[in-house]
Structures are given as structure tokens and as C-alpha cells.
């Protein structure tokens, strides 16, 4: 099982017309003086629990990503790179939605 903790997150519901429709977790950290931003996307949230102020968001992949409260949003870079996703995937045909930080994640409906 592989852990991130990422600087900066959000959930994504990506929906489509042959893709079932899946929670997602949108993730992205400063890269530092000497290295590079970055992100990733998981491959689907299976289920969630909470931990003190970190939601721990296991992937469909057994992947974990432990996302502090506090920390729901997007860095300028990461901004870009999920605007420039959601511009493709409309194009495409499919939708990917940024769920609202008050989403009770807990009670999400994550049957993927």
C-alpha cells in the first residue's frame, strides 16, 4: 500500500457516457526551490475514515491519501493542470466536477 500526503486537494466526480461515474482525489504538492510542482489523480476513492483533522482516503488501487482538512484547494499549478483536465474531458464528452470543501465525505456513496 503506497501513502501521499498531498500539500494541496480536492475530490473530483468524473461522470461520462461509457465511464461509471467515480470519486476521485486530485492532489499536488510545491515542488521547492530545487524541484518541480506536481500531482496526481487516484484511481477512485473506496472508502474514507477520519483521523484527528486528516481525512484518509483509500484508493481502489489500496493506495492512501492522508488530506488534512484544512488543506481542500488547489496551488496555482495544480489550478491549471485540473482547469486544462476538465477543458479535455468536456471535449471528450465527459464531465469532471469539483465537489464543494463542505461535502460531508464520510457519507459519500463511493460503490465504484
Known sequence: MRGYNPEKW?????TGKDIPPADKI???????????????LN????????QDSVFCFEGISGSVYECNKDNYGTNMYGQSIISRMIEN???????????????????????N
Do not use: M, Q
Not at 480536492?10 to 468524473?14: K, S
Open 43 to 50: 484511481s477512485g476513492i473506496a472508502k474514507v475514515s477520519l
Open 89 to 111: 474531458a468536456k471535449n471528450a464528452g465527459i464531465s469532471i466536477e469539483i465537489l464543494p470543501e463542505e461535502t460531508n465525505w464520510l457519507e459519500r456513496d463511493y460503490a
Open 10 to 14: 480536492v475530490v473530483v466526480y468524473i
Open 26 to 40: 486530485f492532489a499536488c504538492w510545491h515542488g521547492g526551490y530545487a524541484g518541480s510542482d506536481s500531482w496526481r
